[in-house]
């Protein structure tokens, strides 16, 4: 590595951090307080290593996902700085410019630097990756990207089957859609990319399905006690495989918009924000379509063209998203702007290449990526804090997605830790008439029941949610936890007399 790449890598580095810095102030949102703040796993050094043989979510919340990396990581965050979210922060910012930084190095050996460095910089500072960057859990994002772009460079650059496999390992093990890795790959070998012989190509081949051979009992064998806990978008919850898909092909006028113009952002997708689709003469269903097309066209013209970068970069964002498009299954989400952290490298090589590939005199190119990077830079940089705590992350899905069922659930616990318990059963009631399966919802309910001095109504909404979750004692634990810290001893006996 030449001094002039040193300093390209670090100017993309810098680029990925300076937008995310107003993270550092925020703290634990969302998911972030099961995942790390309430979890036994990440208190102790010794859980770097009984993370691997554990669930993703703790188990007395369902068990659901198998990513021990990210909790290993947590546990070494933990072991430093205790409970304090801005090391947390500072370590997804670091990770983020690691990832951003790979994706300079993936397109470098291929194209110029000015195209590299271009896709470098417009991945760093993309506002789509607010979510994944400044909450804590995104981290799984984060890494999972992170192993899928080395296994590429890996492969394609260093012609090297050991740290391909090993890193395709290392992001699997992360989260499960850096699986896509060896497809990347495969997709630039077509392109005449650094394409092996055919034996040096079957060996890779074998190499990484000796990795998933490897993963893929593991993850079995952990998340075996909980199969029966299958985790579906609500949005496809009762609906047939003929709506699933019409619903998702629907979904992909979202996905374009997110990855092209990002200026309207979500914390919340789900039911009735974005309801199911049931017929191809829907609307929704033909701008999906139309998104397609277009993609479609794009990629044709770039490959008849011979632009390698961005037909790559076209190729990479399809092959990214079709593990969680809900095109080949249905899966937990409809719509999430974490998702589309890795599909977006693929936006930013292709985006690298038409504006980074001497198509343009320079002095307009370089005002034009100066014009995108200061406007991505601004808008994620004032998206960051919505994640600074629940209050703010609820207040936003309020305000950007009125209709969602999440928004009344979360102001019912906000309002239940402010000892207003009529006002949080009434939001429970309006999280239910919008969407009824969520047992969180039910739990809420049940204890600003008890608050209220009604058990018949408790005891109704304990049966549903042992209906929706069956033996999660994790959700008697931690309200129980909630009512006792907010000085209800007697609901908080109630709740935790009911442990399974």
């Given at each position: 590595m030449d001094r002039s790449d040193r300093r390209l890598y670090l100017a993309v580095a810098l680029c990925a951090i300076v937008p995310y810095l107003p993270a550092l102030w925020n703290g634990f949102a969302m998911d972030d307080p099961y995942i790390i703040v309430w979890n036994p796993l990440v208190h102790s050094l010794g859980g770097m290593l009984r993370a691997f043989g554990a669930p993703y979510w703790p188990p007395d919340l369902g068990g659901a996902m198998y990513r021990p990396i990210p909790i290993a990581s947590y546990a070494i965050d933990w072991a430093i700085a205790g409970g304090d979210p801005a090391w947390f922060h500072a370590l997804n910012l670091l990770w983020h410019a690691a990832v951003a930084v790979s994706v300079v190095a993936v397109a470098r050996r291929w194209a110029g630097a000015t195209a590299a460095f271009v896709a470098g910089l417009l991945f760093a500072v993309h506002p789509v990756h607010v979510e994944?960057?400044?909450?804590?859990?995104?981290?799984?994002?984060?890494?999972?990207?992170?192993?899928?772009?080395?296994?590429?460079?890996?492969?394609?650059?260093?012609d090297s089957i050991v740290w391909s496999a090993a890193a395709l390992a290392f992001g699997l093990l992360s989260k499960e859609n850096a699986a896509v890795a060896p497809a990347l790959i495969v997709w630039a070998w077509m392109l005449r990319i650094n394409r092996p012989s055919r034996s040096r190509g079957v060996r890779f081949a074998l190499a990484w399905l000796l990795v998933f051979v490897l993963y893929a009992p593991v993850r079995m064998i952990v998340l075996h006690p909980y199969e029966r806990l299958l985790s579906t978008a609500p949005v496809f919850v009762g609906e047939n495989a003929l709506t699933?898909?019409?619903?998702?092909i629907s979904a992909l006028a979202d996905v374009a918009r997110l990855l092209v113009f990002p200026l309207t952002l979500?914390?919340?997708?789900?039911?009735?924000?974005?309801?199911?689709?049931?017929?191809?003469?829907?609307?929704?269903?033909?701008?999906?379509?139309?998104?397609?097309v277009v993609w479609a066209m794009l990629l044709r013209f770039c490959?008849?063209?011979?632009?390698?970068?961005?037909?790559?970069g076209l190729?990479?964002?399809?092959?990214?998203?079709l593990p969680i498009a809900n095109l080949l299954y249905p899966s937990g989400v409809y719509v999430a702007e974490r998702t589309l952290?890795?599909?977006?490298v693929g936006l930013a090589l292709a985006v690298g290449g038409a504006l980074g590939g001497g198509r343009l005199p320079e002095r307009k190119m370089w005002a034009v990526v100066a014009l995108l990077v200061v406007a991505a830079g601004v808008r994620s940089a004032l998206r960051t804090p919505v994640w600074r705590d629940n209050l703010a992350?609820?207040?936003?899905?309020?305000?950007?997605?009125?209709?969602?069922?999440?928004?009344?659930?979360?102001?019912?616990?906000?309002?239940?830790?402010?000892?207003q318990p009529e006002r949080s059963l009434a939001a429970v009631g309006v999280a239910n008439r919008t969407f009824d399966r969520d047992p969180a919802v039910f739990i809420t309910g049940a204890d600003a029941a008890f608050t209220l001095g009604q058990p018949q109504l408790a005891d109704s909404m304990l049966?549903?949610?042992?209906?929706?979750?069956?033996?999660?004692?994790?959700?008697y634990r931690i309200q129980a936890g909630a009512a006792r810290a907010r000085g209800d001893s007697t609901t908080a006996d109630s709740l935790a007399a009911r442990i399974p």
């Open positions: 994944a960057v400044a909450n804590v859990i995104g981290r799984a994002e984060l890494m999972a990207a992170l192993g899928a772009c080395l296994s590429v460079y890996a492969a394609l650059v260093y699933v898909r019409l619903t998702a979500r914390a919340d997708y789900s039911p009735a924000e974005r309801i199911a689709v049931r017929t191809p003469l829907d609307g929704r269903f033909l701008l999906g379509l139309l998104a397609v490959w008849r063209r011979g632009r390698r970068l961005e037909t790559y190729g990479w964002i399809a092959i990214a998203f952290y890795l599909p977006s992350v609820t207040g936003s899905i309020l305000e950007d997605s009125p209709n969602s069922y999440r928004g009344p659930a979360r102001m019912a616990v906000i309002y239940l830790s402010h000892r049966a549903r949610l042992e209906q929706l979750c069956y033996r999660c004692p994790g959700y």
